[in-house]
């Protein structure tokens, strides 16, 4: 059994990141006690609220103006208690539809991005009025992908987060569908939410529906129970969630744990619950469903890695490669692989999988597809001496890794 791994960077090794922006100021994740998942998001100093379609427009696609009224008056208490709040809101496709004359969500991407153009217009209109009588300044901000995964445009999409909630603007984020094509798109809102929450370093993520909870199954089921807490959101057992949302919203229940994984892996409590329980979820009382945060903060790149990326090719490790990478976080060696599947190139992400077929990480890998079945089982110093200076670079490094 090899041990294709190595715990020291090696010479051209990819490099290393940056550190991160200051730490957050977050209670520490209290594992296991669900109970107090709502208190810390009561105490939470800045949350991160996300708002779906369906609670904001008609079935006849235009803005519920009562509705948006509710939802700011909400936030507004909130920010009257002296916390933070950042908005991220759909409805911008929703809200073009009946100006464009379309009666349901279009399916192609073109009317989609011109619903979103002439919809982000009116929805923020309306925000900027209804938080305008509560003397609260909005700022708009649209965000691509790239935005929230790439690094250098991370660190200024924090820096304008930051600028606008130091001068005390309630950033109202969306997706910026105009330009977002289908390559370059997250698609829903609940996955974009979670990571702004770790963007802006939020200590709490609420994700506002037309449900007033997770229940354990489609809500319209006759038996389905609500499901007040969630230890654990990876290990979810028993719930159903495969009956799609509402009309105009796109993901149904299944971007929301997705989200509420991302959050509380990354130590940030998160509640899922109605848009007309804003108030009462923002102060902890018994209402929605609340996910207890697990983890701790990892870099947004990982976070990217793990929950958004999509995996080019997968490399089979042996299994003394499998303990490696994911129990001493070590950087993974040509000669712990044995096998290379996918065309991809260096630089992109790929799954790291055991010899029994079991997608164990996920990381981004230093060499193209096309180089790595000579290599494969081959140990560093041979290659370097066989091949030049440029193989002593590990196939993925443990910086650019995560264990899944
Ligand atoms: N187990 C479940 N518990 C609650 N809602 C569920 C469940 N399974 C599916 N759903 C659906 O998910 C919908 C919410 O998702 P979605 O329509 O995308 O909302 P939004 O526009 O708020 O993002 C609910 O209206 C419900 O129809
Ligand atoms: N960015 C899109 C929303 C995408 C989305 O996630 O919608 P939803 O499922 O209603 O939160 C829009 O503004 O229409």
Redesign the pocket.
Known sequence: MSDGATDAPAAGAATRPQRPEPAPRRPEPVEGRAADTRHQIAAARRVVV??????LTSPDGRLDLDRVARLVDALAGVRQQGREVVLVS?GAIAAGLAPLGLRRRPRDLATQQAAAAVGQGLLVEQYMQRFARHRITVGQVLLTVEDVTVQSKYRNAYRTAAKLLELGVLPIVNENDTVATKEIRFG???RLAALVAHLVHAEALV?????P????????TPG?ER?RDVVDVGALTG??????????????????LEAARIATSAGIPALLGA?DDAAAALAGQDVGTAFAATGRRRPTRLLWLAHVSDAQGSLVLDAGAVQAVTQRKASLLPAGITDVHGSFTAGEPVDLVGPDGAVVARGLVSYDAADLPQMIGQRTGDLVEERGAEYARVVVHRDALVVL
């Open positions: 996300k708002v779906g379609s369906s609670s759909s829903d809102n609940d994700l506002l529906s037309d449900v909870a997770l229940y354990t199954a489609h809500p319209e389905a499901v719930i159903d969630i495969s009956r799609r949302g509402s009309a105009v919203g796109t993901g149904g229940m299944v971007t929301k848009a």
